[in-house]
């Protein structure tokens, strides 16, 4: 297996920008999440997908921020308009229903480095 | 609420010197634990992880880790360091009943002297 795909890897954009950042988890898991990762506040989760249903987005920090997952293959993060404080390493991770063994493990991608000039 | 704290930001040793890297968390009940490690520029790898059983759990590249219910930690440790395990490693914890939300620690710089 791949592993977490996330593209792209490095995203330089100006401020008031779209920027749509993308994640294919692994085959077979159904959740996803989405994190944020800042020297100030540490890794931060965003949201996060059970079955391609959003189930807690409370880590979005505002409405610039939004995050679909129309199929269990793939997943966007969306900021429109960025602003340089966005600036950040953007993650996503999956993980499979498995058994008690496996079900909390997270695999994680290698994060697109986003910034916002 | 749930947390985990790892008191050290940075940590320096020798190679060849052990490490402890200490970990406490604040949660209710058993959590499943976790200590996961990120090198320079690359996502988070999961090093070991408990759930239940032996509270001496082993992981990959020679690591492990201890659960002390009784003090709430879950410091992770290796006898002999080498200078590829200079990376960031994050201890991390989850509800036993949660399918999913993982809360991670600040997490812990390991540099190592030659």
């Known amino acids: 297996d791949a592993g977490v795909i996330q593209s792209p890897r490095h995203e330089v954009t100006e401020m008031g920008q779209e920027v749509t950042l993308r994640c294919k988890p692994i085959s077979g898991h159904n959740s996803l999440f989405w994190y944020r990762q800042t020297m100030m506040r540490g890794l931060e989760l965003l949201i996060y997908f059970n079955n391609n249903v959003p189930i807690d987005d409370s880590g979005m920090p505002e409405d610039r921020f939004s995050a679909k997952m129309p199929n269990a293959s793939f997943s966007t993060l969306k900021i429109q308009p960025s602003e340089p404080r966005d600036s950040a390493v953007y993650f996503c991770?999956?993980?499979?229903?498995?058994?008690?063994?496996?079900?909390?493990?997270?695999?994680f991608g290698p994060g697109t480095r986003l910034t916002v000039l | 609420a749930q947390s985990v704290t790892q008191p050290d930001i940075h940590i320096t040793v020798s190679e060849g010197a052990s490490l402890e890297l200490r970990c406490n968390y604040s949660?209710?009940?058993?959590?499943?634990l976790f200590w996961y490690v990120q090198s320079p520029g690359q996502g988070l790898q999961l090093l070991l992880k408990?759930?239940?059983?032996?509270?001496l759990v082993q992981g990959i590249k020679g690591f492990e880790a201890e659960f002390k219910r009784s003090q709430s930690s879950f410091n992770l440790r290796k006898p002999s360091v080498h200078w590829s395990d200079a990376a960031e490693y994050f201890c991390a914890v989850a509800p036993y009943s949660s399918a999913s939300k993982i809360i991670f620690g600040s997490g812990t710089r390991l540099s190592i002297r030659p």
């Open positions: 408990y759930f239940s059983g032996d509270t």
């Open positions: 991770a999956s993980k499979d229903p498995g058994t008690s063994g496996s079900r909390n493990e997270q695999f």
């Open positions: 949660y209710g009940a058993t959590p499943y």
